[in-house]
T-cell receptor, first 112, second 113 residues
């Protein structure tokens, strides 16, 4: 079946470095993508989204890149801080549906 | 994120108990969702309500029964659960139409004895 998955289950970076979290998806009909951050004991928190008519979108310290040709999505976090330590999920959906299809998540650990 | 509030935060129940999870959203959204989050598994969509009508039921066992009395409130009624139902149950809401992000509550951690 179609699925969304993350390349790396864990990522450790030093404070101040840039982080890149990758995500592969397989549903060619997906046209909307979201990145979520989930801290321990909390629900997923919306970070940034991107629609399929774009290949890049920037937020505060975060950038999402979408490569539809290879069905790849990435989240870049600039100047990573200890507060960025969390599990990051990518999710995708088709415009016609309600369901968000989530990947398993990548755990980001920021070390001082 | 306080736009979506879930109660209780933690719940321990026996397999023969009946309990309900509650979700309330203060974001003016008109779609609400229940998800199940188990360890080492992706979030699983359980139910979707759009404009107070159930529009998706992803093969969820009948021991889980959702209720959406209005666009701001969502319940999940639990009855005769199994140990494998122990998980974090997340509620989310969004605007219907087009591509809109879903906003999540902090979940109810459910443990079945």
């Amino acid at each position: 079946g179609e699925s969304v998955g993350l390349h790396l289950p864990t990522l450790s970076v030093q404070e101040g470095d840039n982080s890149i979290i990758n995500c592969a998806y397989s549903n060619s009909a997906s046209d909307y993508f979201i990145w979520y951050k989930q801290e321990s004991g909390k629900g997923p928190q919306f970070i940034i989204d991107i629609r399929s008519n774009m290949d890049k979108r920037q937020g505060q310290r975060v950038t999402v890149l979408l490569n539809k040709t290879v069905k790849h999505l990435s989240l870049q976090i600039a100047a990573t801080q200890p507060g960025d330590s969390a599990v990051y999920f990518c999710a995708e959906k088709e415009n016609s549906g309600y369901a968000l299809n989530f990947g398993k998540g990548t755990s980001l650990l920021v070390t001082p | 994120e306080t736009g979506v509030t879930q109660t209780p935060r933690h719940l321990v129940m026996g397999m023969t108990n009946k309990k309900s999870l509650k979700c309330e959203q203060h974001l003016g959204h008109n779609a609400m969702y229940w998800y199940k989050q188990s360890a080492k598994k992706p979030l699983e969509l359980m139910f979707v309500y759009s404009l107070e009508e159930r529009v998706e039921n992803n093969s969820v066992p009948s021991r889980f029964s959702p209720e959406c009395p209005n666009s701001s409130h969502l319940f999940l009624h639990l009855h005769t659960l199994q140990p494998e139902d122990s998980a974090l149950y997340l509620c989310a809401s969004s605007q219907v139409g087009g591509n809109q992000p879903q906003h999540f509550g902090d979940g109810t951690r459910l443990s079945i004895l």
